[in-house]
Every structure is written in C-alpha cells, then in structure tokens.
C-alpha cells in the first residue's frame, strides 16, 4: 500500500491548489494553503518560483504529479494506469481519470464513507468493506457498472461507523454512484464521464508528457 509519509501540505503547496489529502483539515482554516504567508511553494525558492515562467514540459510535470499524488499512487502504478488508458478506446486523458475514479478506496470516498483518500484506503485495507457481497482488502480493485459496495456487518457498530453517517448525511455523491445511507451500501451505477468528476486536472498535459 503506498503511503505518503512527506508533509501532504507540502504537496498541495507546491501544485498551488488544494489536492484534499488530510480530509477535512481542508475545508477548514487550519489548512496551510489558506494562509497567506504560505500560499508560495514550499523551499528555499519558493518565492522566486511564482514569478518564473514554467516551461512546457514543466506545466506538464506537474499536472502529472498533481494526479499522481491526489490518488495517493507511487510513480511505477501510475504508469500502468497511463498504459492501460492509451490501450482503451476513446480519448486518453478522460481514461486516465475514469479508471483512478472506479478504484475501490476512491469510491469509499466519493460515497462519503471517508474524509479522505488516504482514510479510505485503509479502511479498505482493513477489510471494512464488501464487494458484491465479498470481503475486499485491495484498494486498487477495479470496479464496474452494476458493482455493490457495502460496510461488512461485523463493522457496522465501529466507532469509524458513527461518525461516517454523519459525514455521509452532509456529504453528496457524484451521479455516477448511488448511496443507501440505510443499508450501507453503495451502488456504481456507470463509468464516471468528464462532467461527473470534480477533478481539477488537465489531463491532456499528462498525455501529452507520457508520449513525448
């Protein structure tokens, strides 16, 4: 499982935008790129490189690393999934997405089961959840139109179950997946397109630094 042990705010500084990766520590006024003195990227430099101008290749990069670090993924599995989307049909950079949004642990998230990526690929890990009935402990399992995602029974009392209803009453899933806060259970009711995932990627950049 990889694990990001590097300060995450950091991260968020240095892509210039927030990449939600300490969960709801982001949408307060704790998080560090609120703050005004820390919004330059982190460095001795960081200063200097808000007024440099960025190459191509380097506006590139660092789409790519944005991605990359959103879903919590080490550099060898990302390229798998650049591979994997220039082998589908249809437009690369919407693949890219679309195959990182059907993740296991990326949907506990948008479901609302969790608060952030992190948390909810180790809840996954933990066995927490089901799939299609079965018990799933691999957060990059790839999941389908039509799949079920439900809390495993012998985790329904759990304190993580408390305060998971109550984020999930406030929280709203995207189109692509539906929620039964009763039954514990979410639905995938078909692949993510474009519109439906709130990611502020450009992605065709990323395409366009794997085929240089």
Known sequence: MSVIWAAKCRYCRRAGQKLYLKGERCYTRKCAIEKESRKKPPGQHGGSAIRR????????????????????????????????????????????????????????????????????????????????????????????????????????????????IERVATTTSPRWVELDAESFEGKVLHAPTRDEIDTQIKEQLIVEFYTR
């Open 53 to 164: 101008r960025l190459t191509e290749y380097a506006e590139q990069l660092l789409e790519k690393q944005k991605l990359k670090r959103m879903y919590l993924l080490r550099e060898h599995q990302f390229a798998g999934y650049i591979k994997q989307a220039q082998r589908r049909r249809g437009v690369t950079g919407e693949n890219i997405l679309q195959l990182l949004e059907m993740r296991l642990d990326n949907t506990v998230y948008r479901l609302g089961w969790a608060s952030s990526r992190g948390q909810a690929r180790q809840l996954v890990s933990h066995r927490f959840f089901t799939v299609n009935g079965k018990r799933a402990n691999i957060p990059s399992y790839q999941l389908r139109p039509g799949d079920v995602v439900a809390l495993h029974k012998s985790k329904r009392e759990h304190t993580f179950t408390k305060i998971a």
